[in-house]
Structures are given as structure tokens and as C-alpha cells.
């Protein structure tokens, strides 16, 4: 049986881990964009996470993981050393920007993980993106070095000013297009309501918008239909048909109020794991 | 002896189980098993033989039981099937082996076969005395470990081939781990007999998805032959508005949920709905197992269907099971709309009256519906067990794969592919089948990969 081992645990902010796993039948084929679902026990439940990076030869991949709920607040307890349940993936499809040639990276908050890969890719391609990262404030401003080096330009946004322009990403984003950029390409990653606000941004200036779609899973391989979403009226899965998809086609509000559906059990389930833990 | 009535199984009273995800169906006890096994006629020619998918030989693993020897009996039911335990309870007998049973008409019923399966392979002591000769020639990689898979990789092993299995899921068993309730089939059973397949030498490797942790081409590289065993994963939903609102499931997400995740038990991390009042589509054996699912998680469960009751693909026995725990029957009906509420939640579902017409391809008659007819049923949850068809994942990741026309992997009857040493069988092959059928077609392929390469083994 393979042994899922946490190889590195580094806390980047209050509350975000980024764990290296041990987990070679995921870093064998991994690409940037695709995501793993992993368990972190026994009893755990199947919780989705982009693959943030990998390293083929040591076969372990690299995961930015926010403790926002029961499983990643589990996770977040573990060692290096401990092993996580299961891993599974790589799953969905890999990103796929070639045909751009002017893009923007946006990535908010968490998200950022999700366009790391593809600064870092761009970047080694010689092709370096425009970046802008938000968050919070300043402690949950993750990979600002790594972002400040991949970038063309580096843009940091914080709600409270705490680092960079006060303001949210989509101050930047509009700004960098009134300065008159050209992007052919938006590649946003974040909270719903932030890929919402990028793409009413992006579709008035008719700029093509990709966002990943962070949708409730629990196989992740096409079997259940949780992750169902609504794109231009028509039914696909996040998991087989994206993660990526054109952010004009998304029903944002139908996505924010179906990743709301277990709200209410996961608040009762926080309440008794922070009684455990 | 000659008109002694046929002996049902001992069941849970329906207001006991609708409490309990536990076992219904308790098995023979040994009195029972003797004087049903002693109804068998053990004709010379036996039809029901005949009737079983994998050939079990009946009459005699059923003289056994007569004679007291249950290890006995167990181990002739293995020489034909890899998972009686399973079979026993999940097999649809009264089609099969008991359809074809002389006692039925006249003689007080056909041979409990499927009760006296089950009771052989529950208490029977040692698990398979068939164990594998010696490890020589091939070495083949089975994609999926649903029964299919587990049949394949079985025969395969005792043959003496190095199998491994890969499934993608983090539990072995396929459907039988993640689609049928521990109600009907306990998953300490279904684990049982993944450990016996297991002690034959046949590896398996969990959280592996072929097409994408790896692909068949790789496997070919590293194993003589590949059999695909990956079901039928791809949940159909009705195409009508609102089916994205928050309470509406697929069979298959609802019921993974609840089997694989043990979402029903108090305290788990996996979250279902707990809705006071389900409408589940359909009425085939998922569509009973949904239904009665949501009864034990306390719902007020109507089960809607656009034919009448004669057309329910569902085992009688299952109907019967969900009407005696309460699941209403809306019959002649067909969903045109889930209503949703402000939040985005459903609150019922708008059906349409139907009426049966002539006979489609199916040879069901098929439904018209019926203008004006218009009603609602307010409800909180709606789960959707239409059918399934097979997942692309692997087509798409091996396009020289030939699938028909609903993406089912196109086979000879002895399961051999488009591609060389490549093999296929069960839901994969047919769509959504029964459990037997896939083990018949793991049998078969199992058969025709020992022969393609006779000369290596």
C-alpha cells in the first residue's frame, strides 16, 4: 500500500500550509491546472485542491491549502512526517493558455495557488505574465517573492492597505486595462464573488476571462455530478470538463449559492472539531 | 417432500429497519437451510444451471448443504463464482436460476438457490482451498475493482497470473462499495470477499485512476495484457430546469455519499441532505435503493416514474421492500420541472401526468404525457437514478479504443477490444447491467486472455 508521507509542512500565513506529499502516481503525469483530491483519515471526507507544484523525480506534489473547514483544519494538524490517508489525481484538465499572447494572472487570496503554476510556466517559457495578487491584508499575501520574480509586472492589492495598493484585485485589474495593457487573456483564480467581479470587468472590455472553478466534489472523476455547474445554460462538471472554464459563460450566482449547500453541517461540524481539537 | 412450500428468508420487520441501515434480509438459519436444500430435486439435467451467468453447479453445492457440508458446498459454488457472499444477496434469482427451477410452478415454489448461495458462503469456514499454483508466465493489469474486475482478476490468479488491480476510488469494490446500501449488501461482506480475492495473490492499488494517474498504453508496457472493468460511472440527469438547485442529487452522488462516505452515520465528515421530504426519478433497483435510503435518513420519500408499475425495472423483491417501508408510489408520472426558492433550495418538483402508448424498442410500452395534466409535489430533495453509461475518462485517454453509441467499450463475446491485449467486460461493455452479468463477462475475458496467450503461461 503506498504511504501518502507529508515530506514538508511551511505555514505561510495564519491560517495557509503549504504541504509537500509524497504521492508518485500523481506527480508522474500532474500538469499545472489539475487538482487532487485527497483524505486526510479514515473517516475523512474527499476534498479537492489544485496542484500548486511537483517535482516528477522526488514524485511528490506541493498543495496550498487554507484551513477554512473541517478536513483542512484536520490537515492542518498533521506533521511532517505523518501520512495523509489518500491522494488521488492528477484530475481535471491542465490549463491551456497557448493561444494567448498578452495575459493577466489575478489571483485572490487562496487562488494564488491556482496561477502559480501558471506564472512560474509562463515565466519559464520566457513569456512572463502580468501578475496582480490580493488578499486580505498583508500576513495572508502568500508567494510574494516567487510572484515578484515570475511577473512581467507584480501588482500586490490588499483590502486593508496593509501591503501594496489598498483596494481589491479588481482596482488593479481595471486600472492595468485603462493604462491600456491590450491583455488578450484574464486568468483569474479566487473566492466566487472575485472571479464574478473580474469577469463583469473583463466581458465590458471584451477580454476572453478563464477562471477554475473550486465546486464541492467527492469523486472527482465524473461519477456523482456535485460539481455541476451551468456554462452559457448548458450542464458540465468541474471535476471532468474543467476545472477551467470561460468565466463570461459561468453562472456565478447558481455556483455561489450550490457551494453554499452544506453550510449549516459543516458550521455544526467545525463547532465539535474545535471542542476535539 | 414433493409439495413442501419454498422457506423465505427470515427478514427485519419494515418498522425495525427503516430506523437502521442494518442487513433486511438475515439469512437462513441452519434448520432452515437443511429443509430448503432437501426441496432440490437435484435433477439429472438441470435448467437452473442453465440460468446462472457464471454456471454455478446447483444441485450440487445444494447436496452438500443437505449432507452438512457447508465448507463443501462453498467451495463447489467458488469453482464458478468468485463472490457468492455478494450473489447471494444481490443476484437477481428469481429471473435467473429460480426462473428455471421445475418445483416453481407446481411444487411449491422454486429452490431458494439464492438463500442457500448466501447461507454456504456466510458459514463456511475456510474461505477458497483453490488456491493459485505456481506464479509462471504472464502478468495482467485489471482497471477497476467492481465485480467485473474482481471476477477477471480471480480466475486470472488462480491460472497462476501476477494480477494487479487499479481502482480509482480510495475503497476497493466498485459498485458494490459506493452504489449498493449496507442494507442490502453489508460492506464487511463485500470486504470479505475482496480479502479472499486478495489472499489469491491479486494486488490491488487504490486511488489510481487509469486515463489519468496512468494510462493503458503504460500498462501495456509494464503487463502482457489489460482488462477494463470500469463500470458504468456517468450519472444521466432529466435535462429539465432547476436540476442544478441545492437538494437535487444524482442516485449515484446521493448514494456514494451515504455507502463509501458513511455519510448517514452521526459525526461523519462527509454532509447529505437530511431533507424532511425526497422525490426520487426513477424505478429501477438504484432508483429502490435511493428511495429507501432516504427513509432510513428520515424522509417522507415519494418515488415518481413516467410507466406503470408492470414496467419497473427493479427486482420485485425491492419494490416490495420500499412500499413496506413507506416509499409512495407516483406512478404514470414524469417530472417537467424542479422548483427552486429564493435560496436557490428546491421546493418540489412539477410533474405531468402520463399515459402508456405502444411498445417501444424496449419492448415497454411507452409513455405519452398527458396535456393539462399538471401537479406539484413540494419536497426539499430530488434524486435523480435514471441510469448511468460508462465514464470516457479512458476513451478519451486511449482514442484507438472503438466505444458505441452511448460510450460503451465495443467487444468480442469474449470480451477482446479494439486494441490488442486489451480485454473489457461488465458495465463498461453493456451500460448499466447487474452484478452477475459482469462477473459472467470477467469470467469470459479471464478465459479468452489464458487462452490468447497459452503458449506464455
Sequence with gaps: MQNYTLLSKRRLARNVCEYKIYAPLVAKHCKAGQFVILRVDDDGERVPFTICDYDRSEGSVRLL?????????????????????????PLGNATDLSAYKNI??????????????????????????????????????????????????????????????????????????????????????GPLKMMQAVCELTRKAGVHTVVSMNSIMVDGTGMCGCCRLSLGGKTVYACVDGPEFDGHMVDFDEAISRSLVYREQEEAHLCRLRREV | MKDAKRHEMPALPASERIKTFDEVALGFTWQLAKEEAERCLNCKNPPCVSGCPVGVRIPDFIAKIKSGDIDGAADIIRLDNNLPAICGRVCPQESQCEALCVRKAKLGGSVAIGALERYAADNSARYDVHAPTARAGIKVAVVGSGPASLSCAADLARAGVKVTVFEALHKAGGVLAYGIPQFRLPKEVVAREIENVKALGVEIILNAVIGKSLFIDELLEDFDAVFIGSGAGLPSFLGVEGENLNGVYSANEYLTRINLMGAYKDGAATPISRAKRVVVVGAGNVAMDSARCAVRLGAETHLVYRRSRAEMPARAEEIERAEEEGVKFDLLVNPVRILGDENGNVRGVRLIRMRLGEPDSSGRRSPHPVEGSEFEIACESVIVALGTTPNPLIKA???????????????????RTSVKKVYAGGDATTGAATVIMAMGAGKRAAKAILEDFRGKI
Excluded: W
Design chain 1, 65 to 89: 491549502v487554507q484551513e477554512v473547514g473541517y478536513s483542512t483544519i484536520k490537515l492542518g494538524t498533521l506533521k511532517e512526517g505523518d501520512a495523509i490517508k489518500d491522494i488521488v489525481g
Design chain 2, 397 to 415: 485517454s486511449m482514442p484507438s479504443l472503438e466505444t458505441g453509441r452511448k460510450g460503451t467499450l465495443i467487444v468480442d463475446e469474449d470480451g
Design chain 1, 104 to 189: 493577466c494572472l489575478v489571483g485572490g487570496g487562496i487562488g494564488s495557488a491556482v496561477i502559480y503554476p501558471q506564472a512560474k510556466k509562463l515565466f519559464e517559457e520566457g513569456a512572463p505574465a502580468d501578475i496582480i495578487v490580493g488578499a486580505r491584508n498583508k500576513d495572508l499575501l502568500i508567494y510574494k517573492e516567487d510572484f515578484a520574480s515570475f511577473a512581467n509586472e507584480a501588482h500586490f492589492v490588499t483590502d486593508d492597505g496593509s501591503f501594496g495598493e489598498k483596494g481589491f484585485v479588481t482596482d488593479a485589474l481595471a486600472r492595468l486595462m485603462a493604462e491600456g495593457k491590450g491583455y488578450d487573456c484574464v486568468f483569474a483564480v
